[in-house]
């Protein structure tokens, strides 16, 4: 379970200044997670990097490895908003896997941390890491199930199609978001939309 999903309720912000109060207390931990790794992170680097008290962290959080856990979600959710926000002027299915590939190479670049937390996380808090990619899925496959019913695309195993367009995904946000950010990302996008619209025999 996510720490979103099992924080108590007394640590939930009440107010919209506690909103971003642990907003930026989160935002503060993509920094320093991502750059030193968990094990190297103290809550004191996570507090001074957002500006605030130590006893401040505790309001929203009783440990690190809560504040990681809770990291892990809201960066899964942070992603499938953005990727959200730009497939929904798509014009089908085909044309939202070319925006939201699109989008994806567009935020990993735009946060360099994502990989190196999540991919930390399968060691630090893997039960977070399935759940991170779990919801990513579950949402692909409904998303494909509807354009099937749609006729926008084939029938078949939707929940297969889902994890290797993740796949596909993950690792060219990897290699074109983070290591190598030469290519234009609309250029990678359209070469990997082909690739699912058409296959490889063609």
Same mark, same amino acid.
């Given at each position: 379970m996510s720490t979103l999903e099992t924080q108590p309720a007394s640590k939930k912000p009440k107010t919209a200044r506690g909103e971003r109060t642990?907003? /930026?207390l989160l935002e503060a931990a993509e920094g320093a997670f991502g750059e030193n790794g968990f094990h190297t992170t103290s809550i004191g680097d996570i507090t001074r990097r957002a500006s605030v +008290? &130590?006893?401040?962290f505790y309001v929203y959080f !009783? #440990? /690190? !490895?809560?504040?990681f856990r809770a990291l892990v979600a809201h960066m899964g959710e942070m992603t499938r908003s953005w990727i959200a926000d730009r497939v929904k002027t798509a014009n089908d299915r085909l044309d939202a896997e070319y925006l939201g590939l699109l989008a994806y190479i567009e935020f990993a670049r735009a946060h360099p941390n994502l990989y190196r937390i999540i991919e930390e996380s399968q060691f630090v808090a893997p039960d977070a890491y399935r &759940?991170?990619? !779990? #919801?990513? +899925?579950a949402r692909y496959e409904r998303n494909l199930s509807d354009a099937a019913g749609r006729g926008e695309i084939s029938e078949g195993d939707q929940s297969t199609r889902a994890w290797a367009l993740i796949g596909m995904s993950v690792f060219l946000g990897l290699r074109y978001g983070i290591w190598d950010q030469e290519r234009s990302a609309e250029e990678v996008a359209r070469t990997a939309a082909d690739l699912i619209a058409r296959g490889l025999n063609h």
């Open positions: 642990r907003n /930026k +008290a &130590l006893g401040t !009783d #440990s /690190k !490895d809560e504040i &759940l991170h990619y !779990d #919801s990513f +899925a």
